[in-house]
């Protein structure tokens, strides 16, 4: 069976400090991957996905990057963190797929404070 | 983008209560995700149900693909249900391929 993981599960950081959060997917091949935050208030928004190594699609400028430097690893970083960089960070995964569509799986999510 | 909306955005219950918790979309989907969201924030799957009808337990999800609406039913709540419910859809084609576009969430307390 499929796995996601990631980590830290929490994060506190001062400003200007940098940042890598790492996922990894196991059990599958060539998934498709992403990253999400979830800010104070609810809503998930898609910053990153990746359909493939070294593959980077970003969805809204920011100060945050993605990286792919393996099929099943999806990496996020930060060269020096803001203050709104803080939230709750999800990774997911789908299966590739042409037409036919499968479910998202998320991580267990990095809980980001930047102080 | 596509839009999705769900409603109600608070619903307070007590034990043993049913509830019906509803998800609009604005364009034509490919993938349509029900999520629990417990209290370690962790997205738990509940059902993928571009159309039709699935249940799972007290849970059962309908999804009218042709009208742009899903229902999530939960019945006899207990207070393990209490969390927040998104609705999650996957636009059909385009550059929106790929990616899920979520609602804004349903916040459900049940009380014992």
């Known amino acids: 069976s499929q796995t996601i993981h990631q980590w830290p599960a929490t994060l506190v950081q001062p400003v200007g400090s940098p940042l890598s959060l790492e996922c990894t997917v196991e059990?599958?091949?060539?998934?498709?991957l992403y990253w999400y935050r979830q800010a104070a208030g609810r809503g998930l928004q898609l910053l990153f996905y990746s359909v493939g190594i070294g593959q980077i699609s970003s969805e809204v400028p920011q100060n945050l990057s993605a990286s792919r430097p393996q099929d099943r690893q999806f990496i996020l970083s930060s060269k020096k963190l803001l203050l709104s960089d803080s939230g709750f960070y999800l990774c997911?995964?789908?299966?590739?797929?042409?037409?036919?569509?499968?479910?998202?799986?998320f991580g267990q999510g990095t809980r980001l404070t930047v102080v | 983008g596509i839009q999705v909306e769900q409603s109600p955005p608070d619903l307070i219950l007590q034990e043993g209560a049913n509830s019906t918790l509803r998800c609009n979309f604005s364009d034509s989907v490919n993938n349509l995700q029900w999520f629990h969201q417990n209290p370690w924030g962790q997205l738990i799957n509940l059902f993928y149900i571009p159309s039709g009808t699935k249940q799972n337990g007290r849970l059962s999800a309908t999804t009218v693909a042709t009208e742009r609406y899903s229902l999530l039913y939960i019945s006899s709540s207990q207070t393990t249900d209490s969390g927040v419910y998104f609705c999650?859809?996957?636009?059909?084609?385009?550059?929106?391929?790929?990616?899920?576009?979520f609602g804004k969430g349903t916040l459900l307390t049940v009380n014992p």
């Open positions: 059990g599958t091949s060539n998934p498709n």
């Open positions: 997911a995964w789908q299966r590739d797929r042409g037409p036919t569509n499968t479910e998202a799986f």
């Open positions: 999650a859809v996957e636009l059909v084609g385009g550059g929106s391929n790929y990616k899920l576009t």
